[in-house]
């Protein structure tokens, strides 16, 4: 699967990572979450191989609950960081995720 980014037009992805975001999506929905973005080292394809996943999630009414499923339901040894963008981020951090973001997920 092709998804968007924040400013560039469509990556390819591997199947392990395709595998990761269809569960983050999945979640995303039954939280609820009005966005979910890919930021960080992954979002701009230069992670290592045990890089963490960096994801900011918007509006989302229950976001404790959501991140604990995150880190427990998603099928990887990799690790989590989750930020709560409602929670008033840094400004660098919304510049990042502007400029380099992919939007995972986002409810219409």
Same mark, same amino acid.
């Given at each position: 699967m ?5 400013a560039?037009?469509?990556?390819r992805?591997?199947v392990? /990572? ?13 939280? $609820?979450?009005g966005?979910?973005?890919?930021f =960080? ?6 992670? @290592?191989e ?5 994801i @900011?999630v918007?509006?989302? @009414?229950?976001?404790? $609950? #959501? @991140?604990? $499923?995150?880190?427990?339901? *998603? $099928?990887?040894?990799?690790? #989590?960081?989750? *930020?709560?963008?409602? /929670?008033?981020p840094s %400004?660098?951090? *919304? %510049? /990042?995720?502007?400029r380099? =973001?992919?939007?995972?997920? /986002?409810?219409?």
């Amino acid at each position: 699967m092709r998804m968007k980014t924040m400013a560039e037009p469509q990556l390819r992805w591997t199947v392990r /990572e395709e595998k990761i975001f269809t569960q983050l999506r999945e979640l995303a929905k039954r939280y $609820d979450v009005g966005k979910l973005v890919l930021f =960080g080292s992954r979002a701009r394809r230069l992670q @290592a191989e045990k890089s963490d996943v960096d994801i @900011a999630v918007y509006d989302c @009414a229950d976001f404790r $609950d #959501f @991140a604990f $499923d995150v880190e427990e339901k *998603v $099928d990887t040894l990799l690790t #989590f960081d989750i *930020v709560n963008m409602n /929670e008033s981020p840094s %400004a660098e951090l *919304v %510049a /990042e995720i502007l400029r380099d =973001g992919v939007i995972l997920y /986002e409810k219409v």
